[in-house]
């Protein structure tokens, strides 16, 4: 029996934004916002070759305590606006942006979609994602409208819209017969009509199908319900589940789910967000993970953090102290921080296991939190993170990863510069971009149009 | 700021750029490839020749239509706004401004977008307020009904009102990066909106730190008596249209008197009118290409937003003749011109138009600013929320800069 030939990986990078992974107070990370770091990031990202590059969307500020949180990175400008700069500045590499499904309308969506993967030659994609909150509403005219019991509903109703937009150009709808003067020909543009409970919309779509057909649809759920619906629709999952043994069984849970939707399993592709850290040896690799996550965890941060799950003022402990001996307030902990996707389980039983493990090493509020939270997926020398992603990639924990920098914009230089010729070298990564488009990168058919 | 009436007064000059050319039969013509107008390749080259020329700003055309579906005319678009963040990185002095509905798109959206121009523009950034009148751009929404022309108007004074209140909600040294208190941003220069109006709220802040221009450039159509209110009331460009100087001039008057009755400095209002331009070596040969483009497809004033506005059909030299009469006569502070073909239009503009201004004086023969704001004699704004908060400038300034 021969060997299954070995699988190409995919990677992407995270221009993080608004999150904790960033080290904003390391002398080497430049400007969140300035367009220049983003030229760098997504420059430095194609030179690896990578398949795309990916922003991600908060449509407020986050709030903790009431007041707009002040400790990580605040502020980003629009994804769409910036991918299409981008476009004006690489060549060949992915642009994907995250828009939220519940304070965006279909027809919008899908001409701004289709508008980037014409300008950018083929080369757009969408993260799905639902903003199911009354919160986020206060900044949009209906407010906080969705139940959130409906998010999903939306998301999938806005997603089959889109696409019927996308779809109702023909590829040869353009004909431009100067001399006839048939600019579209004779059934090259069918009208649309949806009346569904989220939208009823209908008229024509005033944008000639892109490149690519559809643009690349990603997505990011990790429920049961997040999953089919990636199933069923996605180009991409995103996951949190970049380890070994979780990423196997979520790769395996979700590949399981896309024959009901007649979809092979290489038609979706599962990329985990991860971070590396690289280093002259093993330990100077651990050494320099110890150093940036003592880094990514300020003393106020481990506070705030620890207030999350606490859902109480805990500003007049000692982040070098020890635990605070008193309970979590289970109401004050969904109220505390809004406008953030958080994934907290009980925590009454977080705090339990908190403070175990804190007393079992002697951990202080502040070694307590970057122990439980700060986390490198690849840490070690150029050889063996190569090593660590190509033996995932094969062993089924993912088909690829975004990295996510902890230093902006360079932070993933050397990770390009180091670890990608390796792949190369070992066969399972390309040389070079084969095609123009993110469907070429990833591997993906180019969706038929219905007209 | 520039004073109308000193020496040394400059022409503002723009173009209105609208897939092939503003004519419906310019995709007809031998010099148009009409499968580049889906393509970046060839807005970008546009709008470098309008670089070249040392043109003031670029406004791309938009609305939610597919155009007009009768045969022999253009159907399909590109959304302008990314079209212009396209091009963004690869000019570097001539303002971009597209054109952005207020009717049917968020608020809280349309202000972020047009930061981020500004962001990738380093400065260049405006936006033409634009509102959706009609039945079925409504149903491609199914959101609202069609509006009356004063309910429209209304609503887009509400949004153009947020939208700046938005660009000020940071202050523009917000991000202060204090490691020893763990700090990202100084979140006492970083303020809620709170705005409270008729057709909606929006709490903010904006998650856009403010734009580099603070407050980008607001461009609104002033043909009709309410979008007329709207604009002395809410514009830093008015365009109008006008067929001839004493009509422009009276506009002018008008629009400025509505400007200062709404306690807005003198010159804080700039008056461009649009002018449809087909040129050739000379009125002859010009009418000529206009009567073959006519007999392809006829346009249709009912089409047209700026329907009445100077029509020009002649040689470059002879349209620099009259605008420079027009400015000379304070009917206006410039135009916006229509070229009928694209990309040729421009290229008559830059070569013929332009060199003919300069030569009068009146026209600029290098760029000696970037920030659009400058360009038309506006100072960067106090943030009225920084003058409020008495973190940052004087109340006094505030006041003045909050209308």
Same mark, same amino acid.
């Given at each position: ?256 789910? &896309? ?97 175990? &493990? ?85 591997? &993906? ?7 | ?403």
């Amino acid at each position: 029996m021969s060997e299954r030939p070995r699988k190409q990986i995919h990677l992407a990078a995270h221009f993080p934004g608004v999150n904790s992974t960033t080290v904003w107070s390391d002398p080497e990370s430049g400007s969140q916002t300035d367009f220049a770091s983003f030229v760098h990031l997504a420059r430095a990202a194609e030179r690896g070759k990578f398949d795309f590059f990916f922003l991600a969307e908060g449509l407020r500020l986050r709030e903790h305590r009431g007041r707009i949180f002040d400790l990580d990175v605040v502020g980003r400008p629009d994804s769409l606006t910036v991918l299409a700069a981008l476009a004006a500045v690489t060549d060949r590499i992915g642009l994907a942006a995250t828009l939220n499904t519940t304070f965006n309308e279909p027809y919008e969506l899908a001409r701004q979609l289709a508008s980037l993967d014409h300008l950018s030659a083929g080369r757009a994609a969408w993260n799905a994602v639902t903003s199911p909150d009354a919160f986020t509403g206060a900044n949009f005219r209906r407010g906080g409208f969705l139940p959130p019991g409906e998010r999903y509903r939306r998301a999938e109703e806005m997603i089959l819209v889109v696409r019927q937009l996308w779809d109702s150009w023909a590829d040869d709808a353009v004909v431009a017969d100067r001399h006839s003067g048939e600019f579209v020909r004779d059934g090259g543009v069918v009208p649309f009509a949806h009346w569904g409970d989220q939208f009823s919309v209908s008229g024509t779509f005033d944008v000639p199908r892109s490149p690519q057909g559809q643009p690349v649809q990603i997505q990011a759920g990790d429920s049961d319900e997040g999953r089919e619906l990636a199933a069923a629709y996605a180009d991409v999952i995103f996951s949190r589940h970049a380890g070994w043994g979780s990423g196997r069984r979520f790769y395996s849970d979700v590949k399981g789910r &896309l024959a009901r939707y007649g979809r092979k399993p290489d038609e979706l592709k599962i990329i985990p967000a991860a971070t590396v850290v690289l280093g002259t040896s093993a330990a100077d690799a651990e050494e320099r993970a110890r150093h940036i996550h003592r880094q990514q965890v300020s003393p106020q941060g481990a506070i705030a953090f620890l207030e999350q799950v606490w859902g109480r003022d805990l500003s007049s402990y000692d982040p070098d102290g020890p635990l605070p001996d008193i309970d979590p307030d289970v109401d004050g902990t969904l109220s505390i921080t809004r406008g953030r996707v958080r994934h907290e389980k009980d925590p009454l039983a977080v705090a339990a296991s908190w403070r175990e &493990l804190a007393s079992e090493k002697g951990l202080s509020i502040r070694e307590l939190v970057i122990e439980a939270t700060a986390r490198t997926a690849f840490v070690g020398t150029a050889s063996e993170v190569a090593t660590l992603i190509d033996d995932h990639v094969q062993a089924d924990a993912a088909d690829g990863y975004i990295l996510v920098p902890h230093l902006t914009p360079h932070g993933l230089d050397d990770f390009v510069d180091q670890v990608v010729p390796l792949l190369q070298e070992r066969g399972v990564y390309r040389p070079d971009y084969s095609g123009p488009t993110l469907r070429d990168h990833l591997d &993906l058919p180019r969706p038929a149009s219905g007209a | 700021m520039s004073d109308r009436r000193a020496p040394g007064r400059q022409l503002h000059l723009g173009v209105l750029l609208s897939g092939a050319g503003h004519h419906p039969a310019a995709w007809r013509h031998p010099s148009v490839r009409a499968q580049g107008l889906f393509e970046a390749e060839g807005l970008v080259a546009q709008v470098q020749t309008a670089e070249r020329g040392t043109l003031d700003l670029v406004i791309t055309d938009d609305r939610f239509s597919r155009g007009d579906e009768r045969r022999g005319r253009v159907q399909g678009r590109l959304d302008a706004l990314l079209a212009l963040a396209r091009v963004a990185p690869v000019t570097t002095a001539v303002g971009l401004v597209p054109t952005v509905d207020v009717t049917h798109t968020e608020p809280f959206h349309v202000s972020k977008n047009v930061a981020t121009l500004d962001l990738v523009s380093s400065g260049r950034a405006g936006w033409r307020a634009s509102l959706s009148r009609t039945e079925a751009e409504a149903r491609l929404f199914g959101r609202k009904p069609v509006a009356t022309l004063a309910e429209l108007t209304d609503e887009a004074d509400e949004v153009v009102d947020v939208v700046g209140r938005l660009w000020d909600s940071w202050e523009d040294d917000a991000v202060i990066r204090d490691q020893p208190t763990g700090r990202y941003l100084d979140r006492d220069k970083v303020h809620y909106v709170d705005f409270e109006g008729r057709f909606f709220n929006v709490r903010g802040p904006l998650i856009t730190p403010r734009p580099p221009q603070g407050q980008p450039l607001v461009v609104i159509d002033a043909v009709s008596p309410p979008t007329v209110q709207l604009a002395g009331r809410r514009a830093d460009i008015a365009l109008i249209a006008a067929a001839d100087v004493d009509s422009a001039g009276q506009l002018s008057e008008e629009l400025r008197a509505l400007a200062a009755a709404a306690g807005r400095p003198a010159d804080a209002l700039t008056v461009l009118a649009v002018a449809d331009v087909v040129f050739g070596p000379d009125s002859a040969k010009a009418a000529a290409e206009r009567r073959v483009l006519d007999s392809l497809v006829m346009p249709d004033p009912a089409d047209d937003r700026l329907a009445g506005s100077l029509d020009y059909v002649g040689s470059p030299i002879g349209f620099a003749g009259l605008a420079a009469d027009w400015f000379r006569a304070e009917a206006v502070d410039g135009f916006v011109l229509r070229p009928a073909l694209l990309p040729r239009g421009l290229d008559q503009i830059v070569d013929g138009v332009v060199p003919s201004l300069r030569a009068s004086g009146v026209f600029r023969s290098a760029y000696t600013e970037r920030a659009l704001r400058h360009r038309f004699g506006l100072e960067h704004p106090p943030n009225r929320y920084a003058a409020a908060a008495g973190t940052g400038a004087g109340a006094a300034e505030a006041a003045e800069a909050a209308r």
